[in-house]
């Protein structure tokens, strides 16, 4: 139980163009999901809590308009990196939160050319 | 306000020895703390975690970890490393999830090798 899924698992984009990644809970509900971004070799940094059927809490420092979260239903929230630039190219991870536990999904390998 | 703190950012040990992985965390609330651990490329797998009750927990692939309030520990144990064992590991602290929106804490992993 508590599987998480993302897709895609790894994506190449041209600058300038957007992405979007999804993020599902596969056998429970999620009403809280977070987006997690993860630079070569380092740990995890928090970039925003996602919360069905509300505005998404962003970090300090992570651009809002640039790292768009929805999160249209109980198991599904979706990242959409705006414009993407050569900078934003990192590991993108999701998790979901089931009785008080985060579940990660396997992340996304975005890079930017 | 939380913070995670892993003392080694390398570790190895010879295939069958003790692993042990330290971590210690600041809360100013009766902390949960877990640990997780991440193969390359790949997600967090959830290893164990503690919230309340029996201070000594046990986990996946036979990790355990004891939490150790007056020494703000919870440091990570296995008897007999395997091979399979390497990988990278992160401890993490959040408050009660009970209701809220707490947030995971992680340290700034331990990178685990197995000597054959």
């Known amino acids: 139980g508590a599987v998480v899924s993302q897709h895609p698992s790894w994506v190449i984009c041209k600058s300038g163009t957007s992405v979007k990644i999804e993020c599902r809970s596969l056998d429970f509900q999620a009403t809280t999901m977070f987006w997690y971004r993860q630079f070569p070799k380092q740990s995890l940094m928090l970039m925003a809590t996602s919360n069905e059927g509300s505005k998404a809490t962003y970090e300090q420092g992570v651009e809002k308009d640039k790292f768009l979260i929805n999160h249209a239903s109980l198991t599904l929230s979706t990242l959409t990196v705006t414009s993407a630039h050569p900078e934003d190219s990192s590991f993108y991870i999701c998790?979901?939160?089931?009785?008080?536990?985060?579940?990660f999904g396997p992340g996304t390998r975005l890079t930017v050319l | 306000a939380q913070s995670v703190t892993q003392l080694g950012s390398h570790v190895s040990v010879s295939e069958g020895a003790l692993v042990l992985l330290r971590c210690n965390y600041s809360s100013s609330v009766p902390p949960y703390l877990f640990w997780y651990v991440q193969y390359p490329n790949q997600g967090l797998q959830l290893l164990l975690k503690y919230t309340t009750g029996a201070t000594l927990v046990k986990g996946i692939n036979g990790f355990e970890a004891e939490f150790k309030k007056s020494e703000t520990s919870f440091h990570l144990t296995k008897p007999s490393a395997h091979m399979s064992d390497a990988a990278e590991y992160f401890c993490a602290v959040s408050g009660p999830t009970n209701f809220g929106n707490e947030k995971l804490t992680f340290g700034t992993g331990t990178r685990l090798t197995i000597i054959p």
């Open positions: 998790s979901a939160r089931w009785v008080g536990v985060q579940y």
